[in-house]
């Protein structure tokens, strides 16, 4: 089994910082992609940033020089690091990855279980 567990969200006010992180844990043979999505009340989820092995990122146009994703690849956690924050920020944010499980021969895609960020005053 694999989970990944978000943490770090909470309300804060426009203009401020957050940052998330996210553990992967369980029978994980390597780690190829991690990020986070995003999904606020009556829209669809979206992309946010992603992180490959290689550390090259990419990033949605919404979080382009506000947000920065990294990861800790040893402790197998991602971390997005959220500065400026707006209200329309406001969402679920959830933590993805594609995972390759111990004696599996193919990757799978896993997500968390979802943090609420609050921007508001």
Not at 44 to 53: K, N, P
Request: net charge positive; aromatic share 10%; hydrophobic share 35%.
């Amino acid at each position: 089994q694999v989970q990944l567990v978000e943490s770090g969200g909470g309300l804060v006010q426009p203009g401020g910082s957050l940052r998330l992180s996210c553990v992967a844990s369980g029978s994980i043979l390597s780690i190829y992609v991690m990020g986070w999505y995003r999904q606020a009340p009556g829209k669809q989820r979206e992309l946010v940033a992603t992180i490959v092995s290689d550390d090259s990122t990419h990033y949605a146009d919404s979080g382009t020089g506000r947000f920065a994703i990294s990861r800790d690849n040893a402790k197998k956690t991602v971390f997005l690091q959220m500065n400026s924050l707006k209200p329309e920020d406001t969402a679920v944010y959830y933590c993805y990855a594609v995972i390759r499980r111990a004696a599996t021969t193919t990757p799978s895609a896993y997500w968390g279980q979802g943090t609420q960020v609050t921007v508001s005053s």
